[in-house]
């Protein structure tokens, strides 16, 4: 069974930076695509971005390019969001989900399984 745990969330004044983890373990992930979602309060899930396992190939929302990278570390099983340059309009709660292969979609219901989410909250 997969199992799918961020960390790494806070609180960040904007300008600032977090990199969120995401660790998968239950499954072999080769092939996989792993996406970062987010959802704020009363709004729709959003997506972030996306990164095949091998890491060929990111995808990234216009509202987050340039500013988030995705990467991953196979040995470690971790996918990780490095987000800089913060906005207040990126609080939200953050997800990892995975798919067992590409593409890089950006429906949450192309997704089989999630993570619990952690928050982050930019303050201005």
């Known amino acids: 069974q997969v199992q799918l745990v961020e960390s790494g969330g806070g609180l960040v004044q904007a300008g600032g930076s977090l990199r969120l983890s995401c660790e998968a373990s239950g499954g072999t992930f080769s092939g996989y695509v792993m996406g970062w979602f987010r959802q704020a309060p009363g709004k729709e899930r959003e997506f972030v971005g996306g990164?095949?396992?091998?890491?060929?190939?990111?995808v990234y929302s216009d509202s987050v390019k340039g500013r988030f990278t995705i990467s991953r570390d196979a040995a470690k099983n971790t996918v990780y969001l490095q987000m800089n340059s913060l906005k207040p309009e990126d609080t939200a709660n953050y997800y990892c989900a995975c798919r067992p292969s590409l593409p890089i979609t950006a429906h949450s219901s192309d997704y089989d399984d999630w993570g619990q989410g952690t928050q982050v909250t930019v303050s201005s």
């Open positions: 990164i095949n396992w091998s890491g060929d190939f990111t």
